[in-house]
Structure formats: C-alpha cells, structure tokens
C-alpha cells in the first residue's frame, strides 16, 4: 500500500511543508508580514482587508497542513481517500487565491511561479480520483 501511493504521498508531504514554512514565516515576522503585504496591496486594497486576508490564508494554510497530515495518515491506515481529497481541493481553492491576490498586485513573476504548485496540487488530486 505504502509503495504504491508513494507519489500522493510524497505530494501531501511536499505540500503540507510548504504550507507549513509559508505560515510559519508569516507568523514569525508578523510586523514585516503586515507591512509588506500593505505596501504590496497599497491603493489596491484596504489596510483592514489586507490584514483580514493573512488572516484568513494563515488558517487555510494550518488547516490544510492538518488535513494533509491526517490524510495521510487515514490513507496509509485504512485506505480511505476522502480526508486527502478534501485537503487537495482545499490546496487548490487557497492557490487560486493567492493567485488571485498576486494578479491583483500586478506580482506576475509570483503568479506564475504559484501556477507550479497549482499544478502540483491538482495533480496530486487526479491521483486521488483514480
């Protein structure tokens, strides 16, 4: 079982990492995360809904850290594959997010290099569905 899903696996992995080192950061520095993302978005969005976006994209990226780690947990146990679904589909909705946030701040080198892990994680969810 483990070798044969290696791959969706070794995915949710790699995703929950780098779902867990972007918060982190965030969190870590969160007076120069408030005023990088304010001066990113500046003009374009306001103050408080720029503060409420971190917000929001912190708790989306610990829940689908979570949900990642339980995923593969219930998927190597017991085989059940609903749990890595929903953590996918939710990687997925918080990268066209972010997506959508860089295109909004005219970032389009960081819009494109989200497109990689979109991919990722959309691939990582066709394996799921097979």
Do not use: C, H, P
């Not at 995703?15 to 001066?39: G, H, P, Q, R, V």
């Not at 912190?58 to 689908?64: F, G, K, N, P």
């Not at 780690?69 to 998927?75: D, E, H």
């Not at 589909?89 to 005219?106: D, N, P, Q």
């Amino acid at each position: 079982m483990l070798l044969s899903n290696s791959t969706v696996i070794l995915i949710s992995a790699f995703l929950s990492i780098t779902y867990f080192f972007s918060a982190f950061e965030k969190i870590k520095d969160w007076n120069k995360t408030i005023k990088y993302y304010n001066e990113m978005f500046k003009g374009r969005l306001s103050r408080k809904l720029v503060l409420v976006s971190i917000y929001v994209i912190i708790v989306v990226e610990l829940s689908s850290i979570l949900l990642f780690l339980y995923g593969n947990f219930s998927f190597i146990n017991s085989e059940s594959r609903i749990v890595l679904q929903y953590a996918f589909i939710i990687s997925s909705i918080l990268l066209l997010v972010l997506l959508s946030g860089l295109r909004i701040a005219k970032d389009y080198q960081g819009a494109a290099q989200i497109g990689i892990y979109f991919l990722i994680s959309i691939f990582g969810l066709y394996l799921m569905e097979l």
